[in-house]
C-alpha cells in the first residue's frame, strides 16, 4: 500500500479523488515538485520548497503552507510509507472551480496533494554504458522555469525518445541548448563542464545546482554560458542531470557516440562527488 496526502488528509493511494472540475485537471494549472529521499532522508527538501514557492508567486498562488508545515508533511509521508529510497511528488493546484472558466475563480480553496513512489536510481550497469538519446526542437512555451503540471510538451517530446529506445531528449531552440524533457544537461567540451544559464527557457533544476556547487568546490573547469548546438554535437561529454536520475552519462546522441561513446572521466568525478555530497548531507540528517 502506498499512502498519499490530500488536502490534509492521509489516505490509500488507491482511494484517493479529486474533482474532475480541479483546474489542475481541466487546465493543468498547477504546480509541482520531486523530491528524492535518501534512507528515509529528504535531499534538499529546503530548495525544492523554495522553488515551489518562486513558482507559486509567479502563477499568482498565495502558499497553501507554511515552509515549516510543508517539511511536516513531506516528513510525514515519507516516513508513513515503507521504501528507504524515495521520491516524493508534491502537487497544488488552484482548486475546484463552480464551472469551467479559465479566469481564475476567487476564493477557492488550492488542491494539496503529495505521494510517493520507491526511488530507483540508475543501477551500476547502465551508468557503466551511460544511456543514448535523442534531439528535438523545443516546441515549449516561454515559461519552461516554472514547474508547471502543464507537461504535455515534455510527455511529447519525451515519447520521441521512448520510440527510439532511448532515455531522454536533449532540446535546441534556434540553434542553442535548452535541456532534457525531464532534465538539465550539462556539456564537456576540452575539459571545461558547459552549461546554459538559468532564464525563462529551462527549468532551474536542484542538482543543476549542486552539480555547479560541487564544479566550483572542487575545482572542476567550469562556465555557465549559452552552448551551441554544435557544440553539444562535438562534445566530450553529455550527462542529464535530476533529482532521480542524478548525474548519468549519455553516450549515443541520434545514434551517433558521445566522445568515444562511454562515459567519460568527468562524468564519473562528479558521479562520485555528488555521493559523497549526499551522504554527507544524509549524515547531518538530510
Ligand atoms: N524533472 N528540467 C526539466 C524539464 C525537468 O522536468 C527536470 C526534473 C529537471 C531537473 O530538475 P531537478 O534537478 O530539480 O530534478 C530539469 C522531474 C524529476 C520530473 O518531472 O519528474
Not at 515549449?140 to 507537461?151: A, G, H, P, T
Not at 520521441?160 to 550539462?186: P, Q, W
Not at 576540452?190 to 566550483?216: Q, W
Request: hydrophobic fraction near 40%; glycine fraction near 8%; aromatic fraction near 8%.
Amino acid at each position: 500500500m502506498s499512502v498519499c496526502y490530500l488536502n490534509g488528509q492521509w489516505q490509500d493511494l488507491a482511494d484517493a479523488r479529486v474533482s474532475p472540475m480541479d483546474r489542475g485537471f481541466l487546465f493543468g494549472d498547477g504546480v509541482y515538485e520531486v523530491i528524492p529521499a535518501y534512507s528515509g532522508r529528504l535531499f534538499r527538501l529546503d530548495e525544492h520548497l523554495r522553488r515551489l514557492e518562486r513558482t507559486l508567486t509567479a502563477i499568482g498562488m498565495d502558499n497553501p503552507h507554511a515552509r515549516s508545515a510543508w517539511r511536516d508533511i513531506v516528513r510525514e509521508l515519507v516516513e508513513r510509507n515503507p521504501w528507504p529510497d524515495q521520491s516524493v511528488y508534491l502537487q497544488v493546484t488552484r482548486g475546484v472551480g463552480a464551472v469551467r472558466n479559465h479566469v481564475y475563480p476567487a476564493g477557492v480553496a488550492p488542491t494539496v496533494f503529495l505521494m510517493s513512489e520507491p526511488l530507483v536510481a540508475p543501477d551500476a550497469a547502465t551508468r557503466a554504458a551511460g544511456v543514448a538519446a535523442v534531439s528535438a526542437a523545443d516546441f515549449r512555451w516561454l515559461r519552461c522555469d516554472l514547474k508547471s503540471v502543464s507537461l504535455l510538451a515534455n510527455c511529447m517530446l519525451k515519447q520521441v525518445a521512448a520510440e527510439k529506445g532511448c532515455v531522454e531528449t536533449v532540446l535546441f531552440r534556434d540553434g542553442f541548448l535548452t535541456e532534457g524533457a525531464a532534465s538539465s544537461i550539462f556539456v564537456v567540451l576540452d575539459g571545461v563542464l558547459l552549461v546554459p544559464p538559468k532564464s525563462h527557457l529551462m527549468l532551474p533544476g536542484i542538482t543543476y545546482d549542486v552539480v555547479l556547487e560541487l564544479a566550483r568546490d572542487q575545482g572542476m573547469p567550469h562556465q555557465v554560458r549559452e552552448v551551441l548546438e554544435e557544440e553539444v554535437r562535438s562534445a566530450d561529454e553529455l550527462w542529464m542531470t535530476s533529482s532521480t536520475k542524478e548525474v548519468l552519462p549519455i553516450t549515443r546522441l541520434d545514434d551517433r557516440p558521445v566522445g568515444k561513446g562511454k562515459p567519460g572521466p568527468m562524468a564519473e568525478q562528479m558521479y562520485g562527488w555528488y555521493q559523497d555530497f549526499k551522504e554527507a548531507v544524509m549524515r547531518r540528517g538530510g
